[in-house]
């Protein structure tokens, strides 16, 4: 019912800077919660950054001032600006949201089909 299609991973160099989009589409009546995470090899999946309806942030410690996670209600998409990356960043990092198909139901979680993030040393 609900479509997230992630664009703007890549490979980049220790230092560098990469941007991520998020594009949701379908059956939307609002979008609560947005929110980017990532998993790497071998380690369970984490929460890097969130943002809410009223664009109320929270942050993985190990991501603050590096990244900013914005959203545009308009587009129904959530980027993540990723700067100073890390070897350490190296993930599939993948989309999530929170959205209601119609005023009166309750949310439900949606995922992304997760984008690679590679950050050479």
């Known amino acids: 019912q609900v479509q997230l299609v992630e664009s703007g991973g890549g490979l980049v160099q220790a230092g560098g800077s990469l941007r991520l989009s998020c594009a949701a589409s379908?059956?939307?009546?609002?979008?609560?919660?947005m929110g980017w995470y990532r998993q790497a090899p071998g380690k369970q999946r984490e929460l890097v950054a969130a943002?809410?309806?009223?664009?109320?942030?929270n942050y993985a410690d190990s991501v603050k001032d590096r990244f900013t996670i914005s959203r545009d209600n308009a587009k129904n998409t959530v980027y993540l600006q990723m700067n100073s990356l890390k070897p350490g960043d190296t993930a599939v990092y993948y989309c999530?949201?929170?959205?209601?198909?119609?005023?009166?139901?309750?949310?439900?979680?949606?995922w992304g089909q997760g984008t690679q993030v590679t950050v050479s040393s």
């Open positions: 943002i809410t309806a009223g664009d109320s942030t």
């Open positions: 999530n949201a929170d959205v209601k198909h119609i005023w009166y139901s309750n949310s439900r979680a949606y």
């Open positions: 379908g059956r939307i009546y609002s979008i609560n919660a």
